[in-house]
Structures are given as C-alpha cells and as structure tokens.
C-alpha cells in the first residue's frame, strides 16, 4: 500500500474512531501532538474528543460517511456528512427530534503514519437551521 493511502485508511479510521469515541484507536492513529483547527485549536486525544463531545450529546447517534477523498503525499482532503437524530442539546437547541446533517471538509497532514495535524470546517449555519436555531436562509 503506497504511503498516501495508508494516510486515507489512517484518516478515515479517524472519523469512525471519532464518532465512536474509541480512545484507543485515537491513541494509536494520532501524533503525540496532534492538533486540530476547527477553527479553534483542539490538541492531542483529548482535545479532539472534547471537540465532538457537544455534537454527541446533541446528537448521540452520530454516523459519518465518507463523500470523497483525495490524497497528495502527505497530505489527505477528506469531504463528509455527518448524521444522526438530534435528541440531546445541540449548539445551544433543545433536542427536536430532527435528523440532522451536517457537511464538512477536512484537510490531514500525516506524519510517521499517524495524523499529525487538520484543518476542519464544517457547514454550521446549515446545522443551526435545521435544529431551527436559525430560519432557513439567514444570514451569518
């Protein structure tokens, strides 16, 4: 297996271990110091872990899929939909029993086999609206 595909396997292990919160497998697939812009900075096991824990309560169903996946070298650009029902406090909204779907897009840069650093941005506007956090179509 070429280097840059052992880093989508490695990446997409992310994701399930992540929506999962299987602590082990982040441990073994994460660089000592790790670290995720999402836009706020999220280091190591942790801080990646802390940053899904909203999402989960909100959404304690929480399923990923993997849309598409490109990578150069050291590098893995990953676009995916998260889903599930909305029946805990989501970003502030009482649960509303909505299924929920939020996109994103992730950018890897691996190191020694193991992810070292992402860049995250997600479609929150998106989310808020469908939690009716916000009315369809507003304005950021």
């Not at 990646?48 to 990923?64: E, N, Q, T």
């Not at 650009?77 to 406090?89: K, L, V």
């Amino acid at each position: 297996m070429s280097s840059s595909e052992h880093n989508k396997t490695v990446v997409r292990e992310c994701y399930v271990a992540g929506a999962s919160g299987d602590r082990g497998t982040l441990e073994r697939i994460l660089e000592p110091g790790f670290v995720i812009h999402a836009p706020e900075d999220y280091h190591g096991v942790d801080g990646l872990l802390a940053m899904i824990a909203p999402i989960k309560s909100g959404i304690p169903d929480l399923r990923v899929t993997i849309n598409a996946q490109f990578a150069d070298g050291d590098y893995v650009s990953t676009r995916f939909t998260a889903q599930g029902t909305h029946d805990g406090e989501l970003f502030g909204t009482p649960p509303t029993g909505r299924e929920v779907e939020i996109k994103g897009l992730t950018v890897s840069r691996c190191a020694n086999g193991k992810i070292a650093e992402e860049w995250e941005l997600v479609d929150a506007m998106g989310a808020l609206q469908q939690v009716g956090a916000l009315p369809a179509g507003a304005e950021a």
